[in-house]
């Protein structure tokens, strides 16, 4: 008898949405379709030069070998540091791995820490990748949906509802992608508290920490106390702050024994990061931070024009991210309308419709598991962002 090629726990991952979003738009584009793509999570802008020039002086100087599989330790301590400095967290060097970008960090954290019988516990909309490695390591992922009158901020009442005996950790995404929400300070602490009560770890994702508006600040859940420390695990990376998505730096904090475990894990399934892109990420954290400054400043004029457009569009209602590049309007408004033959029923219609009638690919909610809005990312040009829009304005007048 054949035997399935494919394991059950693999052949059970659904494919990334926002990556059959980009195969979509990529179709119309070899088709010569000029498509404005607002579905791509990632900055626009190039890495800025120190971080080049750290990189190629690490080349120059023959660093291409094999290192420490939790990271040379002049990036640890760098990372170290940033914890001191940025988030008020005291961290050793041995309660540190360096990994290939966040993402590999939070598989190991999931590996590391969950398996069949646990559950994780996901305020949603929640970042694509979560169900799919938690459901890897043989537990079930579940989940609550925020409220969008709350800006999708999640509340303790809400985490107190959805706790069961099973979770044994829960994931803190703020900034979130989808919809940059941040947890204010007040939840934080009451969410947390209750938490580590209940044994619970908290795993949480930091990703977009420095990409904050409107006076708005990230406060890590680590910082709060000596026990949210020994119960938090964090994930960070240089993806989105520093523009150096391709680059797979990403790293985790937390307690010893956890870091040990995912440094073992780390040691057989992929070894060191890259050692010319953590020499790169030692000038990131340690160099000159005018350029994120930069960035910032352009992300928070791009996000004014955005927002302020989207709500100007008929059956289309916006709130203003905190943080983040990301903004996740409601569209429900535009259910029931009709073009050519088709009626739009549900996000996933919106973006298709906004991909054939005005070539702008977005990512629909359903992706984050969050129905009735799509995503937007607003780390494109204005003049990007001023045409896409456009086009939609023109592609919504035409439904019927
Ligand atoms: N976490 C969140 C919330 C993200 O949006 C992303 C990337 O889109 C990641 C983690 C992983 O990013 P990277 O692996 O590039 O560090």
Redesign the pocket.
Known sequence: MMKNIISKSVAGISPSATEETSFLANQLKSQGIDIISFAQ??PDFDTPDNIKEAAISAIKAGFTKYTDVPGIPELRKAVAEKFKRENGIDYESDQIIIS???????YQVFRTICEAGDQVLIPTPC?V?YTEQIKLTGAEPIFFETKEENNFRPTFEEVLANLTPRVKAFII?SP??PTGSVIEKEQLEKIAKFLVEQGVYIIT?E??EHLVYDGCTHISVASLGKKEKEMSII?N????TYAM?GW???YAAGPREIIKAMNNLQGHAAGNVNSIAQKATVEALNGSQESVVRMVKEYEKRREYLVKRLNQIKGVRCRYPDGAFYTFPNVTALYGKKYDGNIIRSDVDVAKFFLNKAHVAVVPGLAFNYSGHIRFVFAKSMEEIKEGLDRIERAIKDLK
């Open positions: 999570g990632e290939n970008g966040g993402k590999q960090a939070l970042y990748s995404n979130n992608n994702d990703v977009y994930v990376s240089v993806s989105k998505t797979r730096v990403g």
